[in-house]
């Protein structure tokens, strides 16, 4: 097995933050909610009710958003929200294709 060399961020601590699409956020389970259903709540919920939305990076046509960003902002918009229905939260593995 050939070893590969560091690069600069592994050598020199500065890694950079992986960001995840909301769509990976919610298959990483990062987010409760599918990707349509979690930009309905960040782009006009969520400002209409204080809380803040995180910035994200834009790579292409896509937001992408570090797992910090989005743990910090659902953690307010649950606070806030509080439960609202009976049924449990989707998730990938109960979701099917």
């Known amino acids: 097995m050939i ?3 560091l690069s600069a961020n592994d050598a020199f601590g500065d890694s950079v933050p992986v960001r995840y699409s909301l ?4 298959e990483k389970g990062i987010l409760p909610w599918k ?3 979690a930009r309905t709540y960040m782009r006009r919920r969520s400002p209409a009710r204080g809380i803040p939305v995180p910035e994200g990076k834009l790579e292409g046509q ?3 958003y570090t797992e910090d960003e989005l743990t910090i902002w659902r953690t307010a918009w649950q606070k806030q929200v509080g439960v609202t ?5 989707a998730s990938p593995e109960s979701v099917s294709r």
Do not use: I, M, S
Request: proline share 17%.
């Open 3 to 5: 070893r590969q060399p």
């Open 62 to 64: 896509t937001v992408r």
């Open 35 to 37: 990707a349509p259903t």
């Open 23 to 26: 769509e990976e956020a919610w």
């Open 85 to 89: 229905t009976g049924r449990p939260l």
